[in-house]
Nanobody
Framework: QVQLVESGGGLVQAGGSLRLSCAASGSIFSINAMGWYRQAPGKQRELVAAITSGGSTNYADSVKGRFTISRDNAKNTVYLQMNSLKPEDTAVYYC????????????WGQGTQVTVSS
């Protein structure tokens, strides 16, 4: 069994910062890509940022220059540093990981709410 546990969400004023964390635990051989997605009310889930095991990153255009994704492979943890937050960043943020346990499978966290007030 594999679990992804997110933390760090909350309420912040526009222009503020938050740092999300997501730790993977359980029977894990290795983790390939990890990422953050978000889903706002009435909208589809969208990719925010992703990072490979080697450290290559990819960002949605809407967050480039404001968000930074990083990971600690020894801790099976991925982070999302969010700066200069805007009201339109308000959403439930989900952690995602491609985990190898004999087979490569995709796992999701339970989600953490981020609310940015204007």
């Amino acid at each position: 069994q594999v679990q992804l546990v997110e933390s760090g969400g909350g309420l912040v004023q526009a222009g503020g910062s938050l740092r999300l964390s997501c730790a993977a635990s359980g029977s894990i051989f290795s983790i390939n890509a990890m990422g953050w997605y978000r889903q706002a009310p009435g909208k589809q889930r969208e990719l925010v940022a992703a990072i490979t095991s080697g450290g290559s990153t990819n960002y949605a255009d809407s967050v480039k220059g404001r968000f930074t994704i990083s990971r600690d492979n020894a801790k099976n943890t991925v982070y999302l540093q969010m700066n200069s937050l805007k009201p339109e960043d308000t959403a439930v943020y989900y952690c995602n990981a491609d985990i190898y346990r004999g087979l490569m499978t995709v796992h999701w966290g339970q989600g953490t709410q981020v609310t940015v007030s204007s």
